[in-house]
């Protein structure tokens, strides 16, 4: 299993990024994903879930209203669209299948 994330950068407040998680190695369009993050001093938190076939979508408070996850499963690939961005949402972001399986990480870092 392997998942790779790319997107993240160096984005002012308001702004937008949009997220990609390439994954292979696995049946990528049996599996629901999710995207998590971390920030600096803080303990790695979810941010949005789908659900194997993109139907079921949930998302953190924090984000709802601003971020959207979605997949793309002839490309083996999820995204996080990240509108109006703030300050707070500047962490690593990782892209996650279960309890096992990780990508690297990405780094979105929201400042003026």
């Known amino acids: 299993v392997q998942l790779v994330e790319s997107g993240g950068g160096l984005v002012q407040p308001g702004g937008s990024l949009r997220l990609s998680c390439v994954a292979s190695g696995f049946t990528f369009s049996s599996y629901g994903m999710s995207w998590y993050r971390q920030a600096p001093g803080k303990e790695r938190e979810l941010v949005a879930t789908i659900t194997s076939a993109g139907r079921v979508t949930n998302y953190a408070d924090s984000v709802k209203g601003r971020f959207t996850i979605s997949r793309d499963n002839a490309k083996n690939t999820v995204y996080l669209q990240m509108n109006s961005l703030k300050p707070e949402d500047t962490a690593v972001y990782y892209c996650?299948?279960?309890?096992?399986?990780w990508g690297q990480g990405t780094q979105v870092t929201v400042s003026s």
């Open positions: 996650n299948r279960g309890a096992r399986y």
